[in-house]
């Protein structure tokens, strides 16, 4: 315990019996025969498996008692956890019955507007709906929701601290952007950012769920590769303008689920920024940036059109404001979002009904 007492634990600054890490009284065991030496058994209680000073903190042990005790005594020392370690991967969110990615080849489209009225137009259907925020350096669902000043809290379940996602509008939410200065640059190399996004994952209080929505950043990156080695997604949505431009990254999103190591289904496309209606004139359409191309790629490579939502002033607005265009079925847009919402129920369930579950991608060296 002397020599323990010299060895300071990072996460407290104190040093490990002070931080009261020390979970038994350390066990000695004297030598049998001339061969052998003499033992000590030693058992370190750290807050979570996962914590960044374990190693570190086990060596610094370790060696304190050879220094101060013997060189020549054969340490073992255990390690146990305040709160339970991670579920493996292919064991979270348990309770969450479909996961679907809204996905865009580019940015600019509108695909966080359509992920977060997705959500809330579902949850007004009566469902139990979470939403991830996974654009880690662009997060937009705080200010779309109006909660950037929420500060999510810990709670502790089945013996592990996890993250209580903050609630509006009867949605589940969380995003990197409660956690960062909504002025600084997120400036996180690819590892940092997946860790984060999993810890949002795995580290949440998400409970029972009947849609887990994905607001993925857009085009293909390290993002989307985690979370298709982290979450067997059901199905994706494709957010798209009508422009040619947009069409073509449109279908590089399209070719990354379908590609053979990843076989997420597409659910469909939704066709955003359609046309143009003024609010003083509600029957014009102004087809600003191509007509129907989302409809045409629909139907050329088979898969559902599952909505055209037009281009209208108070859709961002609306976003801008906190106040999702989804909460009303009263204006166009409202009713749009409602109806893709019964459009991605639809889908979702013949999905289910005719095809296998997606299976987790393989980690790269796993053997998959």
Not at 152 to 162: I, S
Request: net charge negative.
């Amino acid at each position: 315990m002397d020599a323990l007492e010299k060895v300071t634990y990072p996460g407290t600054k104190k040093n490990l019996v002070e931080s009261g890490m020390v979970a038994d009284t350390p066990s000695l065991t004297a030598p049998q025969n001339e061969d052998e030496q003499w033992k000590v058994r030693v058992v370190l209680e750290f807050p979570r498996d996962t914590d960044p000073f374990l190693k570190s903190t086990v060596k610094a042990a370790e060696a304190a008692i050879h220094y101060h005790v013997s060189p020549d005594i054969e340490v073992t020392i255990e390690t146990e956890f305040k709160s339970k370690p991670r579920p493996e991967v292919g064991k979270m969110l348990p309770q969450v019955k479909n996961i679907i990615a809204v996905s865009s080849g580019k940015g600019g489209v509108g695909k966080s507007t359509v992920s977060a009225n997705l959500a809330i137009a579902l949850a007004r259907l009566g469902y139990k709906v979470g939403l991830l925020d996974a654009d880690i350096f662009g997060p937009s669902m705080p200010k779309m929701f109006d909660v950037e000043d929420a500060r999510p809290y810990a709670v502790h379940v089945d013996g592990r601290d996890l993250i209580e996602p903050v609630e509006k509008y009867g949605i589940k939410l969380l995003s990197i952007g409660f956690f960062v200065s909504p002025e600084t640059a997120t400036l996180w190399r690819g590892g940092m950012a997946s860790n984060a996004l999993k810890q949002l994952i795995a580290d949440a209080n998400w409970g029972e769920l009947d849609y887990f929505i994905l607001d993925t950043p857009p085009g293909t990156s390290d993002i989307h590769l985690t979370l298709l080695q982290t979450l067997a997604i059901t199905g994706a949505v494709i957010v798209s303008t009508p422009q040619n431009v947009a069409l073509a990254d449109a279908r590089k999103g399209i070719d990354m689920y379908r590609n053979e190591k990843v076989n997420v289904p597409i659910l469909g496309l939704v066709e955003n920024m359609a046309w143009f209606t003024p609010a003083e004139l509600p029957e014009n359409k102004y087809y600003l940036f191509g007509r129907e191309g989302v409809k045409r790629l629909a139907e050329e490579m088979n898969i559902p059109l599952l909505a055209q939502i037009p281009v209208v002033q108070s859709i961002c607005e609306s976003g801008d404001n906190g106040q999702p265009a989804a909460l009303s079925s009263e204006t166009m847009t409202g009713l749009a979002f409602l109806n893709l919402a019964q459009a991605v129920v639809t889908v979702t369930n013949r999905r289910n009904r005719e095809q296998a579950p997606t299976r987790i991608v393989g980690v790269k060296g796993s053997g998959e």
